[in-house]
């Protein structure tokens, strides 16, 4: 919330863009394959999406205080469970389940 009241939004949401690219630029390098037109159109959504939930989020913690939004925050859990489930076909594990079940009733 500190941050947020020092920084724009859009100043916020470059910043942690520049900083992912920085992290992510040597591994990406090593590991580059040329993505077809259809994949870029894919990553630009994927961006632009991210993008959005970002300024979504710094918006509702310069909003509400931090501890009110934490239980909506462990909802993204659940969500990441759920998506990965029905478009990958993945089953969470035991010990995400049981790690669920711990975090999400203690907020």
């Known amino acids: 919330k500190i941050f947020i009241g020092k920084e724009s939004f859009w100043a916020m949401i470059f910043y942690t863009a520049l900083f992912t690219?920085?992290?992510a630029a040597v591994p990406a390098a090593l590991a580059w394959v040329t993505p077809t037109l259809p994949q870029l159109g894919?990553?630009?959504?994927?961006g632009a999406g991210a993008n959005l939930l970002l300024y979504c989020l710094?918006?509702?913690f310069s909003l509400v205080d931090a501890s009110a939004l934490a239980p909506f925050r462990y909802t993204e859990l659940m969500w990441s469970a759920a998506?990965?489930?029905?478009?990958?076909?993945?089953?969470?594990?035991?010990s995400t389940l049981?790690?669920?079940?711990?975090i999400i009733p203690s907020t």
């Not at 894919?42 to 994927?46: F, Y």
């Open 42 to 46: 894919l990553l630009a959504l994927l």
């Open 98 to 102: 049981v790690g669920a079940a711990v």
């Open 58 to 60: 710094l918006k509702s």
């Open 83 to 94: 998506v990965g489930a029905l478009i990958f076909g993945e089953i969470p594990a035991m």
């Open 21 to 23: 690219t920085l992290l």
